[in-house]
C-alpha cells in the first residue's frame, strides 16, 4: 500500500468512527502533496459537512462541480450541504428544494445508482410531492435488488419502505442493516438522523425508529478527586475506590456508554476513564494545562493507588486530548472553571456532529463546592436543563464545610505597600478576548492619519455606542484594536459587526486613497485583571491574551477566526447569532505551535 492509499484507509476509518476532526487533518495535510486529488477535497468536505461547517464544505465542493459537473459524489455530498442548512433553519425551503436537484442530478448520471436516488425520494417525501417521491422510491428498490446485502443496501430499503408506507418493513430492513456492519457510528448516527426526519414527517414524532440504531451514549463526567493523606475532613477515601468503580460501571451499563468526556484527575475521573476502556469505550480528555503540570496538581496527590501510572495509561488510549492552557501555571480554581466550561463545550460539539443526545454524569458529595469543581459542573448542566446521572459519595456534614481547597497564588510578604496593593488586585476571570489589524492602514500616506482617525475611529466608536455587545475594555494602536469582552456571545456578535462595518463602508468615497479591509482574531480564556500603575486603569493580561494575539496575523482578510476553545465554550453558553466552522489546524503567528482554529459566520439562530 502507497502512501497515498495509507491516508486513504486512515481518513475512511476515522470518518466511519466519528472523528471527523482527525479525518479532516489528516485528509487536509494530504492534499497538501495531492492537490489534484478529488477524492481528499470530497472528504475534507465531508468532515466538515458532519462537524456542521456546511458553508465551508460547499465552497469546496462548488469548485469540484466546476472542474467535473458531472461527478456523483460531489453533487451527493452537496446536496448534503443544502439539506443540513435547511435542517438548521427548516423554515427556508430553498435549500431543501437544492438538496433534491443536486441529488437527483446524480441520480440521473447512468448507471443509476441509489445513494443519491434515495436521498432524492426522501427530500421529495420532505417537500410533500409525494408522487414523485414514490416514483424515485421504487425505482430505487429495484436497483438495491442487484446489490450485495450490505449496511447500505438494507438502510436505503428500509428509507424506501418509510417514503412507501410501510413502516414495519422499513423497522425490518433498517435491524438488518445494523446487523450487518456492527460498529459504524457514522453510519447509524446519519441513518437515524434521516428517519428521524421521515417519521416527524409521517407521524409527527421523530423517534418512530429510534430503537433500530444501537448508538451508545455520549457522557461527558465530573467527579471528586481520591482524598489527599492531609485532607481534614475526608469525601473520598482510598477505601471507597471499590465501591466507586462498581458504581460506575453499572451506571455505564444501564445507559449504554461508548464516547466519553472528561479530565483526568486521580480518583473519580480516572476511575470512569478505565471504565470506559473497559467496555470497548472512546475517551476525550481535556485537560486545564500541560500533563506535566496536571500530574503534580490533580494526580499525584495520594501515594496510594498507582494514580499517577494509571494516569499515563489512559492519557495513552485516548482518542483526543486537548490542553487548554499550554503556557501558564495553574494560579486559581479559574483554570478549573474553564477547563469544565471548554469540555462541556467540546462535548456539545462532538454530540452535534454525530446527533447524539449527552447524558452528563457525577461522582458527587452533593456541595455545591469551588467553582471549577464538581458542584459546579453539575450546577452548569441543570441551568441547561439537562438531567445528571449521580453516583452518590459519602458527605461530610455542612457545618464542616470550612475553607477553600482551591490553588490560590499566596500574596508576596512585601514591605512595599504600593506593591502588595497591586498584586491583591490580580483575579483571574474567564473573559473572550479579540484582536483586530486594520489591513491597508500601513499604505496610508501620513497627510491622511487624521481623516483616517476622524472616519474610522469615529465609526468603530459609533458601533461600541450602539451596540447591545459591546466591548467592557478597549485600546487601539495605529492599525492595531483590542478588544475584552464578558462573554464569547459579545465577542461574537461584535467581531462581526465589526467586519461588517469595514468591508461593507466605502472608505474612498469618505475622502481615504484606497479601500480598507480587516482580520479579526478571537479567543476565551482565564485572565488576570489588574490594576496596571503604568496606565493607571485596569487591565487585562495572561498566557490567554498573548494567544488570542496570535490567532489575529493568520486571519483571512475580511474574515473573523477563533480559537477551539471559543468555539467550544461558545457551544457551552449555547451563544446565538453565529457559528463556528472549522478551518483546520494551523500554525500560529511567532512560532507559537499548531492550533485548531474556527471562522465565525452569522446564524439565523
Excluded at 450546577?379 to 453516583?391: I, L
Excluded at 478597549?474 to 456578535?493: I, M, P, Q, S
Excluded at 494567544?547 to 473573523?560: C, D, L, M, Q, S
Aim: overall charge negative.
Amino acid at each position: 500500500m502507497d502512501d497515498i492509499e495509507a491516508v486513504r484507509a486512515f481518513v475512511k476509518r476515522a470518518l466511519s468512527a466519528g472523528e471527523f476532526l482527525t479525518a479532516y487533518d489528516a485528509a487536509r495535510a494530504a492534499v497538501e502533496n495531492h492537490p489534484d486529488d478529488d477524492w481528499l477535497h470530497q472528504r475534507i468536505a465531508l468532515a466538515l459537512a458532519q462537524m456542521g461547517s456546511s458553508r465551508r464544505a460547499q465552497d469546496i465542493l462548488n469548485a469540484l462541480v466546476a472542474k467535473d459537473p458531472t461527478n456523483r459524489e460531489t453533487l451527493s455530498i452537496l446536496g448534503r450541504t443544502c439539506k443540513d442548512r435547511w435542517c438548521a433553519n427548516p423554515d427556508n425551503e430553498h435549500y431543501l428544494r437544492q438538496a433534491f436537484d443536486y441529488y437527483n442530478r446524480a441520480f440521473e448520471l447512468p448507471p443509476p445508482d441509489s445513494y443519491p436516488g434515495i436521498n432524492a425520494a426522501t427530500i421529495a417525501f420532505l417537500l410533500k410531492e409525494t408522487d414523485k417521491a414514490s416514483r424515485i422510491a421504487k425505482t430505487v428498490l429495484e436497483i438495491c435488488q442487484t446489490q450485495p446485502d450490505d449496511y447500505w443496501k438494507h438502510a436505503t430499503v428500509a428509507e424506501a419502505l418509510v417514503v412507501l408506507g410501510d413502516a414495519e418493513g422499513a423497522k425490518r430492513a433498517y435491524r438488518a442493516a445494523v446487523a450487518a456492519e456492527s460498529d459504524n457510528l457514522r453510519a447509524f448516527s446519519s441513518t437515524r438522523k434521516q428517519a428521524r426526519a421521515l417519521s416527524r414527517q409521517l407521524y409527527g414524532n421523530a423517534d418512530r425508529f429510534d430503537d433500530c440504531f444501537p448508538i451508545p451514549k455520549l457522557v461527558v463526567f465530573s467527579g471528586h478527586m481520591i482524598d489527599a493523606p492531609d485532607r481534614r475532613n475526608p469525601r473520598f477515601p482510598m477505601a471507597k475506590e471499590s465501591e466507586v468503580k462498581e458504581l460506575l460501571e453499572k451506571q455505564l451499563a444501564a445507559m449504554n456508554a461508548g464516547i466519553g468526556f472528561a479530565s483526568a484527575a486521580s480518583g473519580s475521573d480516572i476511575l470512569f476513564l478505565e471504565a470506559m476502556l473497559a467496555r470497548g469505550g472512546t475517551i476525550h480528555l481535556v485537560l486545564p494545562w500541560p500533563a506535566e503540570e496536571f500530574e503534580k496538581t490533580s494526580v499525584a496527590i495520594a501515594p496510594e493507588g498507582a494514580w499517577v501510572e494509571r494516569f499515563h495509561k489512559v492519557l495513552a488510549q485516548a482518542a483526543s486530548i486537548r490542553v487548554l492552557g499550554e503556557l501558564y501555571m495553574p494560579g486559581s480554581a479559574t483554570g478549573f472553571e474553564y477547563c469544565n466550561l471548554a469540555m462541556n463545550g467540546l462535548a456539545r460539539l462532538f454530540a452535534r456532529s454525530l446527533d447524539l443526545e449527552i447524558t452528563p454524569l457525577a461522582v458527587w458529595d452533593g456541595f455545591a463546592g469551588a467553582p471549577g469543581g464538581t458542584g459546579s459542573f453539575v450546577r452548569y448542566w441543570r441551568k441547561h436543563r439537562v438531567p445528571v446521572k449521580v453516583v452518590p459519595i459519602a458527605t461530610k456534614p455542612p457545618s464542616m464545610l470550612t475553607g477553600s481547597e482551591t490553588f490560590e497564588i499566596d500574596a508576596d510578604d512585601s514591605d512595599d505597600e504600593f506593591e502588595a496593593w497591586v498584586r491583591a488586585s490580580g483575579r483571574q476571570e474567564i473573559k473572550a478576548i479579540m484582536f483586530a489589524d486594520v489591513v491597508g492602514y500601513s499604505k496610508l500616506p501620513e497627510t491622511v492619519i487624521p481623516k483616517y482617525v476622524a472616519q474610522f475611529n469615529q465609526r468603530v466608536s459609533r458601533l461600541m455606542a450602539d451596540s447591545s455587545a459591546a466591548p467592557i475594555n478597549v485600546n487601539t494602536w495605529g492599525d492595531g484594536l483590542f478588544f475584552v469582552f464578558n462573554g464569547v456571545e459579545d465577542a461574537g456578535r461584535f467581531a462581526l459587526d465589526l467586519r461588517d462595518l469595514v468591508i461593507n463602508t466605502d472608505w474612498m468615497d469618505l475622502g481615504l486613497p484606497r479601500q480598507l479591509s480587516i482580520r479579526i482574531g478571537v479567543h476565551a480564556g482565564p485572565v488576570y485583571v489588574n490594576f496596571d500603575p503604568v496606565v493607571r486603569e485596569i487591565s487585562f493580561t495572561g498566557a490567554h491574551v498573548s494567544r488570542a494575539a496570535r490567532i489575529e496575523p493568520i486571519t483571512h482578510e475580511g474574515e473573523v477566526f477563533a480559537s477551539e476553545e471559543f468555539a467550544a465554550l461558545a457551544a457551552a453558553d449555547q451563544s446565538k447569532g453565529f457559528s463556528c466552522d472549522l478551518v483546520g489546524t494551523t500554525a500560529l503567528a511567532k512560532s507559537y505551535g499548531l492550533f485548531r482554529v474556527y471562522s465565525l459566520e452569522r446564524s439565523s439562530a
